[in-house]
């Protein structure tokens, strides 16, 4: 994901013909089912920040002002599977190595937000949740649930549409701790060598006083920064596939690591005969806490 924010936030429209970067590799069901089993009735508090955010394909005038629309929604993924009409939903399902298991997710509070017109509920309707394995060795999936809001919500210029609203995330297994253990050595290893470089670079620029040896630091410094450029561009791959940045990610339960941010989006349909789905981007969501069903204590 995806998703520092992960990689999600990357590119200007969500578009599921083109394979966006959640689901560059498909799975098995098993595979599927490892997570689905564990996600299977945690319960979590969402914070919504709706919005205009970059690279989001909303009309202009939509949240030109720049102001946000938040609240807090409690939600909980269930064991049960979702009605039959929400198993169509391409974005969830992606491929048919991936089936027709997606879960129920339902809302637990009635949300609600403070306006001109004083404090406004939003109306919450359950809705759908799947997954889908990205890289076996580092445990990642794309993450992806929808909640129906037939009423919608508006504050100033921004406006949630009262439809099926999309929250696309990334989770991991970490269950793998070896490969966790390799993957933080190896971001550890790349930060130095960028650190070394960087080093490198200064002391040409400060050694490098005759015309000769200007010439030379030069060629030398275009080296380093093409090396620079390239360990930046592993670290960056490293990063996404990898849950290694503490501030970007946050443990939950069942051994479960989830990205700390996604992204909330609307699905349009574009193309001659209404079949291309884009998901434009209407705001974000941060995981901010999980807790246990009162009813079992």
């Known amino acids: 994901m995806l998703i520092g ?47 205009r955010i970059p690279g989001t394909a909303m009309p202009p005038d939509w949240a030109a002002s720049g102001a946000k629309l938040g609240f807090a929604l409690e939600v909980e993924f269930t064991n049960e599977l979702c009605e039959y009409e929400m ?13 027709n298991t997606l879960k129920s997710v339902e809302p637990l509070n009635e949300p609600s937000f403070v306006s001109s017109n004083g404090a406004e509920i939003v109306r919450v309707l359950p809705g759908a949740y799947g997954c889908q394995l990205q890289g076996i060795e580092s445990g990642q999936y794309a993450f992806r649930f929808f909640l129906d809001f037939p009423e919608g919500a508006r504050r100033n210029d921004v406006e949630l549409p009262p439809e099926r609203i999309y929250f696309l995330s990334s989770c991991w297994l970490a269950d793998n701790e070896a490969a966790i253990g390799r993957a933080r050595r190896r971001r550890d ?37 093409e090396r620079r450029a390239k360990l930046a561009s592993q670290l960056e791959e490293l990063e996404q596939k990898y849950p290694l940045d503490s501030a970007k990610i946050m443990q939950g339960p069942n051994n479960i690591i989830f990205a700390k941010e996604g992204v909330v989006a609307v699905k349009r349909l574009r193309g001659t005969l209404g079949t291309r789905e884009q998901y434009h981007w209407v705001g974000t969501f941060t995981f901010n806490d999980f807790f246990e069903d009162e009813e079992d204590d």
């Open 5 to 51: 924010i992960h990689p999600h936030l990357i590119g200007i429209i969500f578009a599921f013909h083109l394979q966006p970067l959640f689901t560059h590799a498909f799975s098995s069901k098993g595979s599927n089912a490892a997570l689905l089993s564990r996600l299977q009735t945690i319960q979590a508090e969402l914070l919504l920040s709706i919005g």
């Open 87 to 99: 198993t169509k939903e391409r974005l969830l399902r992606g491929d048919v190595l991936m089936g």
């Open 189 to 225: 290893d790349l930060e130095q060598s960028i650190g070394q470089i960087k080093r490198d670079l200064e002391e040409l620029e400060q050694g490098s006083s005759g015309l000769f040896q200007k010439a030379m630091a030069f060629r030398q410094s275009i080296d380093l920064v």
